[in-house]
């Protein structure tokens, strides 16, 4: 089965801080994603990578970046947190052509 | 654009009840399309797929037709049990053959309540 690790279930962080969210996926998967859940919105993705080094702009990627530097782990940063960036914060992986697989989630509060 | 549209919610039945959720999309060509499940506390877990008009997707007893001709990919079961309750997501992945082939396009997503 595909594992995709989530650094922390829960997180909470102050504004202006610098904060790391990290995802592990251990299938050798090419594509990882960063989507944030929010009540009445669904998923929106943040940033996507296609492969180490590479990264594309999502649908919401304003006060986000990324980082891939090695296949299995892709860490969404958020430079300067603020308090509409409270949020649950899945992180998904997956082949080309193949189903996602997601993790269980970040909650973070930003206070 | 792409885009998917789900009924509201939250969506209340009792055990033993069909369920419905209905779910309509917008997309060029011939996307595949997607049933995520998303439990309580957890990410969300793929459902049921189908990759082609008039497939039909199953899985825990939960049903999905892909019907080109309304777009729509409406989740059905004819028996719901407590152990459904949890968040619902229609998705589409678009067609083309890119490294980015694997982007998903997401509903709003429909919480459904099962009682006893």
């Known amino acids: 089965d595909v594992k995709v690790t989530q650094s922390s279930r829960y997180l909470v962080k102050r504004t202006g801080e610098k904060v790391f969210l990290e995802c592990v996926q251990d299938?050798?998967?090419?594509?990882m994603f960063w989507y944030r859940q929010d009540p009445g919105l669904g998923l929106r993705l943040i940033y996507f990578?296609?492969?180490?080094?590479?990264?594309e702009k999502g649908d919401i990627p304003e006060g986000y970046s990324v980082s891939r530097e090695k296949k299995e782990r892709f860490s969404l940063i958020l430079e300067s947190a603020s308090t509409n960036q409270t949020s649950m914060y899945l992180c998904?992986?997956?082949?080309?052509?193949?189903?996602?697989?997601f993790g269980d989630g970040t909650r973070l509060s930003i206070l | 654009g792409n885009s998917v549209t789900q009924m509201e919610g939250p969506v209340t039945l009792s055990e033993e009840a069909f369920l419905t959720i209905n779910c309509t999309y917008t997309?060029?060509?011939?996307?595949?399309l997607f049933w995520y499940v998303q439990y309580p506390g957890e990410g969300l877990q793929l459902l049921l797929k189908?990759?082609?008009?008039?497939d039909k997707g199953s899985n825990k007893g939960f049903e999905a037709t892909y019907r080109k001709e309304t777009t729509s990919f409406h989740l059905e079961k004819g028996s719901v049990q407590v152990s459904d309750s949890a968040v619902y997501f229609c998705?589409?992945?678009?067609?083309?053959?890119?490294?980015?082939?694997?982007?998903?396009?997401f509903g709003t997503g429909t919480r459904l309540q099962v009682t006893l």
């Open positions: 998904a992986s997956t082949r080309v052509d193949q189903p996602q697989h």
């Open positions: 299938m050798d998967h090419e594509n």
């Open positions: 990578s296609y492969d180490v080094k590479m990264k």
């Open positions: 997309a060029t060509g011939y996307p595949s």
């Open positions: 189908a990759t082609k008009a008039d």
């Open positions: 998705a589409l992945r678009r067609p083309e053959l890119t490294g980015t082939a694997s982007k998903l396009t």
